[in-house]
């Protein structure tokens, strides 16, 4: 399984209305393309300096190669085009590939 991850920093002044439209509007939309999508709230531990904002990532779990590339190609963009959309500032992103490997327990 792949794990297509996009984290996000969001300023303090959008972050309610900003989680709300990717809970509410976005990710239904874009889940019939994947496994499934998580939204996850990052707390930062250690390791780095403090940042202004609160960071959200955004996983997309995938099966198929072809629902990997679907996100590479058309569902990052798609996720971005459209949060600019509705808030043009205050955010920024970056994304990384997650391999699954194994669970221990």
């Not at 399984?1 to 303090?12: A, G, K, S």
């Not at 996983?59 to 808030?87: D, M, N, S």
């Amino acid at each position: 399984m792949q794990i297509y991850n996009i984290t996000f920093i969001v300023e303090p002044s959008i972050e309610q209305a900003w989680a709300t439209h990717v809970d509410k509007e976005l990710l239904p939309e874009l889940a019939k393309n994947v496994q499934q999508i998580d939204l996850l709230r990052v707390e930062l531990e250690e390791g780095i300096e403090p940042i202004d904002g609160s960071t959200f990532s955004m996983q997309f779990y995938c099966r198929e190669a072809e629902q990997l590339t679907w996100v590479k190609e058309i569902g990052h963009p798609l996720v971005l085009q459209k949060l600019y959309r509705v808030f043009p500032k205050d955010w920024v992103a970056f994304a990384s590939r997650l391999e699954f490997l194994k669970t221990y327990s």
